[in-house]
C-alpha cells in the first residue's frame, strides 16, 4: 500500500487554520523539523499545538510561535524559549499543562478507541480540579480523556512505502502514541526505503497508523543540552 | 558542617539496593549515580524512554538521538533499551521503578511535595513529576533544609500548589535525614557537625526527635 | 440459484475499496482475501497480530510461529507488520480497520448481531468478535439467509445472547445483498436466479423492497 | 542486571495452590511450554489461569486441566478441548469469558497502573451486565477494570540476562502485556544470551517487566492448524 509522497509540500497539504495537530519529539529530540518549518512557510494560524515540549527560540515549535501562529499549547513542560514566555504571560498563547504521563497515555488513549481512563498522577493538585476522582486499590485516582488530533506529525529514523516506522534510541518518545492519535498522520523520515526491506519483527508503528510517509530533505538534530565527559 | 550537593547525593545513594530500577530528576538526584555503594547494580531509567542509563558521551561522540530527561547526550550501557513515552510511564505508573529521587520548593508533614509552579512567575511545566509523585512508592525528596531568604522547606502544609500528596517518604537535606510518618517529620540523621537545635531551627513543620539523633557516615 | 460460499465471497469482495485494512472472520469471510479486485490493493490483518497477511506457506514451509486468528499457518506479505494484542485491538477499537467481515447466527433488523453463543451448548467465546463488532464503522456480515431447519436468520429481534448492537450495516447471503438502515433491512440486490419473493419468505424482519432489485454481478 | 535461573524448576518456585497465574500464548502460539509442563510437575492446584485460550486435550493448558488444576479460566476462547468442555459443563471449572482486546487492554492496564478504563466492546451485551455505562462520542462504552496476577509466565524468541525479551512473528501476542501485569513475571527464551547482545531499539519487553529468565530446554511448537498450499 504506497502511501509515499513527494515532499513536504505535498504531505501537509489539508492542514489548515485553528486546526489541532500533535508533533512528535521530547525536548529537539525525535522532532519532525522539516514539516515545522514547512507549517512556518505555509503560515497557518490559530493552531492547537499537542507536543510535550515548544522548542526553543529559533528551532522546532519556537519557529511557529516567532510567527504567531499558534493559539494553544497542549504540553507537559514549555517554557525553554523568550517568546513563549512573552506570549503566555501577555495572555495572546493559551496553555494548557498535562502531567508527561498523562500526556502519552491521552495520546495513545485517543488512538486506541479508549475514550477515558483513570490515573493517579495530579490527584490533590490543580491537575484534578474539576475532574471526577474515584479509588481503586485504596488510591485517589482521577478519571483523564482521550486526546486526538486533525493531523498527526512525527518523525522516525526509516520508514517504508506502507507506512511502517521505526525510531532510533529516545527520539521514539512521544511519536509512537501520537502516530496512533490523528486524523491524518503524516511520517517524515531519515530513510525511506520499499515495503518488505522492513523486518517485520521490528516496527515501532504499523503502517496502519499512518496515512502520508516522506523523506525529509535534511535534519538539523540540534541538541538542546550537549554534555560530554573528556576522554 | 552542612553537607553540599555532592554530600547530599552521596548519602541518598546508600539507600540504593541491589536490583532496583531508579528514577532520579534533574539537579541534585542526578548526582546520585556517582556514588553508587560497590557490590550492588542499579539500573537507572529516564522517563523519556530508555533504561539502562549510561555516563555521558566522550567528547565528540554525543548522539543528538540519545538523551535523558534532562535533554543532555548520554550513552547507554549493556542491557539498555529503549522505549515510548507511555510504556516509560507505564514502568513509573505501575509501580516497576523501585525509587525515585527528585527535589522540592517545600514538603509538608504529610508528605506533599510542591516543585513545580511558583504563583505570578512563569510556570514551565510539570513535566513527569506528577506522575512520578502520585505513583512511586518510594520516593526520596533531595533538597536544601531552607530556601535562599532562609526559610524552612519543611512545612505544616505546603504554600504552593503542589505536584503530589502524601506520597514523600524520606526527605534527605544539607543538615539531616528525615522520614515522613503519621503526618510528622521523623528525625533520624543529623549531617556531621549540625546539631539537632539548628535543625529543629531550620524545620517548619512538627520535628519528631528521638533521643538519640546519630551523624550521618558519607 | 443461491449463492455458495465462494459466491458470497465474491459479492463482498466487490465492496473492498483500494487502501484499505480489512479484518476477515473465520468462515465464509476469510475466503474474500482470494477474490479482491483487480486494480486495488488491501491489506488483511488478524487479530493475534499481523498486518499483511499472505496466503498459506507451501508445504514443508509453515512456521508455527506465523498463524493466524483461525489459528492456521500463514506467511507474511511484504511490508507485513507483526504486533502484540493490545495494539492490535487498539487499532479495531481506534477505527483503523475500515471493513470487518463477519460470520452471523443471527442478525436484527436494528443491526444487532449474534455469532457467540447458543444457550445450553457449548460455549467457546467471543474471541475478539465483540470488539470487532463495537468497533468497526463499516460491518459486512457473511451468511446463509436461513439456518439448516429453514429458519431465517434475519429478524426483528435476535433471539440468542448478542455480540453487538446496532453495529451491522450491510449483509450479504446466498440469496440477496441486503443493507440495514433506519432499522429496517433494505434489499439492495438478488442472487442470480432468486426472485424477490423468495428472499422476502426468507426474511423473518421487516424488509424493504424498492421497484427494481438488480441481480448481482459476479 | 542479572536475572538468569538455572531452570523452570527453579524458575517456578513460589507458585503455589489458589493463585492466579497469567499465561501468554494465543492457542498454541507462543505459549511457555517448558513452564505448563513444569506446573503439571508441580501439582500446585486451584489456579486461576488468566490466558486467552485453553490448549488442547494432551498440550498447553490442557495439560493443568487434565490433572485438574485449575480452578478458574479467565479467557476470550476456549474448549478447543473435550476435558475442558466437560470440565465446564459438570461444573468443575468456573469460566468467565471476556472479549479479546478487552483482555489484552485490561492487562496492559494492569501492568501500566491503569486501574479501569472505558471500551465500547460488549456494550448491549451480557458482557455488560452489572458494568457502568459512560456515553463518549454519541456512543455507549463500559467500564473495564485491570487485571494483574501473582506470576505472569511468558514465552520469548530471543530474551537477554536483564530481562530483555524480543518474540517473533505472532507468537508475540498476548506476551507483553502479560509481562507487564505480573507481580512476578517469569520469562522462558528460546536463545538467552547476556546483556548487551540485544539491539536495545529492537527490544519489545524490557527488562523491568521480567523478574526471572530462563532458557527454555526444549519447545514442541506444535501447529494446531496445519493449512499449507501445494507448490
Chains 1, 4 share one sequence.
Request: charged content about 20%; some cysteine; hydrophobic content about 40%.
Amino acid at each position: 500500500m504506497n502511501k509515499v509522497i513527494k515532499n513536504k509540500e505535498e504531505a501537509l497539504i489539508g492542514i489548515q487554520d485553528n486546526m489541532t495537530i500533535m508533533l512528535g519529539g521530547f525536548g529537539l529530540c525525535g522532532i519532525p523539523e522539516n514539516s515545522i518549518s514547512q507549517l512556518a512557510k505555509m503560515g497557518v494560524t490559530g493552531l492547537t499545538c499537542i507536543s510535550n515540549n515548544a522548542g526553543v527560540d529559533d528551532f522546532g515549535l519556537g519557529l511557529l510561535l516567532q510567527r504567531k501562529q499558534i493559539k494553544k499549547m497542549i504540553s507537559s513542560y514549555v517554557g525553554e524559549n523568550d517568546e513563549f514566555e512573552r506570549q503566555m504571560l501577555s495572555g495572546e498563547l493559551e496553555v494548557d499543562l498535562i502531567p508527561q504521563g498523562s500526556l502519552a497515555e491521552r495520546c495513545r488513549a485517543g488512538g486506541a478507541g479508549i475514550p477515558a481512563f483513570y490515573t493517579p498522577a495530579g490527584y490533590g493538585t490543580e491537575i484534578s480540579r474539576n475532574k471526577e476522582v474515584r479509588e481503586y486499590n485504596g488510591k485517589p485516582h482521577i478519571l483523564e480523556t482521550a486526546l486526538t488530533a486533525d493531523f498527526a506529525i512525527v518523525k522516525a529514523w526509516k520508514g517504508d512505502s506502507s507506512g511502517n516506522l521505526i525510531y532510533k534510541a529516545t527520539a521514539r518518545n512521544f511519536n509512537p502514541m501520537m502516530a496512533m492519535a490523528g486524523k491524518i498522520t503524516i511520517a517524515e523520515v531519515e530513510e525511506l526505503v520499499p515495503a518488505g526491506e522492513l523486518n517485520p519483527n521490528e516496527i515501532h508503528t504499523p503502517g496502519i497508523f499512518v496515512q502520508r510517509i516522506f523523506q525529509g530533505e535534511k535534519f538539523e538534530k540540534r541538541i538542546e543540552q550537549l554534555t560530554t565527559r573528556s576522554k | 558542617m552542612s553537607l553540599d550537593k555532592i554530600g547530599i547525593a552521596k548519602r541518598i545513594a546508600q539507600e540504593l539496593r541491589d536490583g532496583w530500577y531508579v528514577n532520579l530528576g534533574i539537579g541534585i538526584p542526578t548526582l546520585v549515580a556517582n556514588y553508587i555503594p560497590p557490590g550492588i547494580e542499579v539500573e537507572f531509567q529516564s522517563e523519556n524512554g530508555i533504561l539502562g542509563m549510561g555516563p555521558f558521551p566522550f567528547e565528540g561522540e554525543e548522539d543528538a538521538d540519545l538523551i535523558n530527561a534532562g535533554k543532555q547526550t548520554i550513552t547507554a550501557r549493556e542491557g539498555a533499551v529503549y522505549f515510548d513515552s507511555a510504556t516509560s510511564f507505564a514502568m513509573i505508573r505501575g509501580q516497576h521503578v523501585q525509587l525515585t529521587v527528585l527535589g522540592a520548593m517545600e514538603v509538608s508533614q504529610d508528605g506533599d511535595i510542591a516543585n513545580w509552579k511558583i504563583p505570578g512567575k512563569m510556570v514551565k511545566g510539570m513535566g513527569g513529576a506528577m506522575d512520578l509523585v502520585a505513583s512511586a512508592d518510594n520516593i526520596i525528596v533531595a533538597m536544601m533544609h531552607t530556601n535562599k531568604a532562609g526559610i524552612s522547606k519543611l512545612l505544616k502544609k505546603c504554600t504552593l500548589p503542589l505536584t503530589g500528596v502524601n506520597c514523600v517518604k524520606k526527605i534527605v537535606t544539607n543538615l539531616a535525614v528525615i522520614d515522613i510518618k503519621e503526618n510528622k517529620f521523623h528525625l533520624k540523621e543529623r549531617a556531621p557537625g549540625i546539631s539537632v537545635q539548628e535543625i529543629k531551627n531550620a524545620t517548619a513543620g512538627e520535628l519528631i526527635i528521638p533521643e538519640t539523633v546519630p551523624e550521618m557516615n558519607i
